[in-house]
């Protein structure tokens, strides 16, 4: 049921579409024919269509004339490029939140409704001029008892309510598209429309964005190349946030940092580097790395804010894209393809050569340039696009991080036009792969698991008896009740011998680490033990090895 409030809103979005020439998006979402055919039929239409500015262009400016909430849709949306054409997506990354400040007075008031108190009770100065204003929420500079300097970001005043309002209107246009256009259907306009109403609400808390940089700090804590100013938590609540105030150079403004002596190699080099360790070390990101939430000092040491935007990524992730990545570099396209089936993100009957074909396809043209000049953010991009042919489910973590590499790119290339991403890059995806997927990687599990071992080793003789009791009796039956199991049972397949192998040398990699475990913490006098251990482990790993599926690499 549309009311009539959105009735009018609606009527509003027709007209300014309809005034940019945005017709194809009118007629997509079946929006109000007599309305749409009476518009187009004015006269000012005729004598501007000749010179009219490309269609993101005009869609860019529509969103901006329709107000600051679908500003701040069309940001979102510009983060998924896997779903528009490229020259969309391009435009819509320029939005700016270009939204008029809200009085002072009323963010004072704000202020005081959170804390319960006077402002002179918490800052001994406050600055009524917003230094910053955006759609959601804008900023002040202060000054505490201790006189040390903050920034204090306050929501915008009634700002839940036009959110509920441009969002149900946005959920009906969705509908309304998802109804009358099959295009629209395939870039499923309700499912965004529901990713950009979560983000919206999780902006409305700045204790989730106060939450973010103190994660990021911590993980930076110690690193000269990245500051992360401290969160003021004491005076921090949902409308309210109080962050150290940071001064530097705008990273955008390439002549001052010329003019103060930075290595502009070494900033460029160095904001690769900080991506690659948020993204592979810590699976913890800074999504909205654009321009204007970035500065430098003098030491040439990043300083970042608002982190209203973050992203993470867990263990297969980093595995999918550091196998991805090498993989590509090395034009290894079936490990590329089989780096997909093996993560899961296609359906198990994909066929591998056609796949690897439509990959080979999309990235040779791209490896005939010199790889300096070969844009990781556009290789990921190319790389969805096709896995979407072949039913590849959207993963929203990867593409967030595949529009902060693109951001990231771009703006180191601005800053040193010879940037080579793959010599800083690769060291990190090799390290990744060499820590997390090798011999090394197999002993930092034994030597985490082997307390737990530990603990629950006495069991062990209850445990086999139980189980030989019950099989002697005939009381031993397996269940394969989940769809996992039921699918490892079908991978195992009649292959005995392999998982006579499997089970054989898992038993002796854990009898040597409970044999080492006694030599070092029991019986440190026994000379022979430490040797009988590692000879076990040996044989365990042998007999894993034999067991471990083979696959062309």
């Known amino acids: 049921m549309v009311t009539l409030g959105q009735t009018r809103r609606l009527l509003r979005i027709t007209r300014v579409l309809v005034k940019h020439d945005l017709d194809e998006f009118v007629t997509a979402t079946h929006l109000f024919r007599p ?60 939005l700016q939140d270009r939204v008029p400040p809200f009085p002072g007075e009323q963010a004072v008031a704000v202020i005081e409704r959170a804390y319960g108190g006077k402002l002179g009770d918490y800052f001994r100065e406050f600055d009524r001029t917003p230094a910053a ?7 002040h500079f202060a000054r505490l008892p201790d006189g040390t300097e903050v920034a204090v970001k306050v929501l915008r005043p009634g700002i839940e309510k036009a959110i509920e309002r441009d969002v149900a209107v946005l959920y009906t246009v969705a509908r309304l598209a998802g109804r009358y256009s099959q295009d629209a259907r395939r870039l499923r306009p309700t499912e965004v429309v529901d990713e950009f109403n979560r983000t919206l609400r999780d902006e409305l808390d700045l204790r989730r964005e106060a939450a973010n940089a103190s994660q990021l700090r911590a993980n930076f804590a110690d690193s000269d190349m990245m500051y992360v100013p401290r969160v003021y938590w004491e005076l921090t609540r949902r409308p309210v946030m109080v962050m150290e105030r940071i001064s530097g150079i705008p990273i955008s403004d390439v002549a001052a940092l010329k003019a103060a002596g930075i290595d502009m190699r070494r900033l460029a080099h160095n904001g690769v580097s900080i991506f690659f360790t948020q993204a ?6 800074h999504a909205d790395m654009h321009p204007g939430n970035i500065f430098v000092t003098p030491q040439g040491q990043y300083r970042a804010v608002d982190f209203g935007i973050m992203g993470s990524l867990g263990e297969q992730d980093k595995r999918y894209l550091a196998e991805n990545f090498l993989a590509f570099f090395n034009r290894d396209y079936r490990a590329v393809a089989e780096a997909h089936l093996r993560a899961g993100w296609v359906p198990p009957g994909t066929r591998v050569d056609e796949f690897e074909a439509a990959i080979r396809a999309v ?47 771009g703006l180191g290339r601005r800053l040193y036009p010879e940037l080579d991403l793959w010599e800083t890059a690769k060291p990190f995806l090799e ?110 790993l042998l007999l894993l090895a034999r067991a471990w599926p083979r696959r062309n690499w």
């Open 363 to 409: 990235c040779e043209p791209i490896f005939a340039k010199p790889i300096k000049d070969i844009s990781f953010g556009r290789l990921l991009l190319h790389l969805f696009q096709t896995a979407r042919r072949f039913n590849m489910e959207v993963q929203p973590q990867l593409v967030l991080l595949q529009k902060t590499l693109f951001n990231i790119e």
């Open 133 to 139: 204003s955006a759609s959601v929420a804008q900023v």
């Open 431 to 540: 390290q990744w792969t060499r820590e997390h997927l090798g011999p090394r990687a197999l002993l930092r599990t034994l030597r985490r698991e082997l307390p737990r071992w530990w603990e629950i080793a006495p069991q062990f003789p209850g445990i086999a008896h139980e189980v030989l009791e019950r099989a002697r009796n005939g009381r031993l039956e397996l269940g394969w009740k989940s769809a996992e199991l039921q699918q490892l049972r079908t991978q195992i397949g009649l292959n005995q011998r392999r998982m006579y192998f499997a089970i054989v040398g898992s038993a002796l990699v854990l009898s040597s680490a409970i044999t080492l475990a006694i030599d070092t913490y029991a019986l440190p006098h026994w000379t022979t033990v430490p040797v009988l251990g590692w000879t076990l482990g040996a044989l365990g």
């Open 35 to 94: 309305y749409r055919m009476l518009l187009r039929l004015l006269p000012w239409r005729w004598y501007r269509r000749a010179t009219l500015p490309p269609r993101g262009v005009r869609l860019r400016e529509a969103l901006e004339e329709l107000g600051a909430i679908f500003v701040k849709f069309g940001q979102i949306l510009s983060t998924r490029p896997d779903l528009l054409p490229d020259d969309i997506a391009g435009e819509l990354s320029k």
């Open 280 to 285: 592979f070390r810590d699976g913890f990101f």
